[in-house]
């Protein structure tokens, strides 16, 4: 259990009109704010403009920002009270993670695009991935096959 350790994810939403500079600027309060209600943050990235799965206060694109930080499970209601009272955040989502800690990465888009294509565990993460489909079509086809064996007999 000592290498397994709980951490929090916060992924939050900026409205898409705001400037570049802004956007740090809020990156830059909530990890203060963060650090002031005593947690520890252990990554912080922003994912860029991207579009909504739907319509969230007349915005159909958001400014992702993925917020990882460990602490007593206090810290984040101050911090979603004040994502909450800001008007340029449009949705946030906290979630208690399991598991080894999140090591950080590097905030340019193309060292981390590098990153992943030479990262084992983007090969392992694809890799898993596969066989669950695969495996998913082949049991299916497995079980129609049964089936029908089972109505001709």
């Known amino acids: 259990m000592h290498d397994q350790q709980s951490y929090y994810e916060t992924m939050y939403i900026l409205r898409p009109d705001i400037a570049e500079d802004e956007v740090t600027n809020h990156i830059d309060k909530y990890n203060k704010l963060l650090e002031e209600f005593g947690g520890t943050i252990l990554d912080s990235q922003m994912r860029g403009k991207r579009r909504l799965a739907y319509q969230i206060a007349k915005h159909r694109e958001g400014i992702y920002v993925q917020l990882s930080h460990q602490g007593d499970g206090q810290h984040i209601f101050k911090i979603e009270k004040a994502m909450r009272l ?12 399991n598991g080894p800690l999140p090591t950080p990465r590097p905030s340019s888009k193309s060292a981390s695009k590098s990153e992943k294509k030479n990262s084992p565990d983007s090969e392992v993460d694809s890799k898993e991935k596969q066989p669950i489909a695969s495996g998913e079509t082949s049991s299916s086809g497995k079980d129609d096959a049964e089936t029908k064996e089972n109505a001709e007999s």
């Open 86 to 97: 800001s008007e340029d955040v449009i949705r946030y989502m906290t979630v208690k993670q």
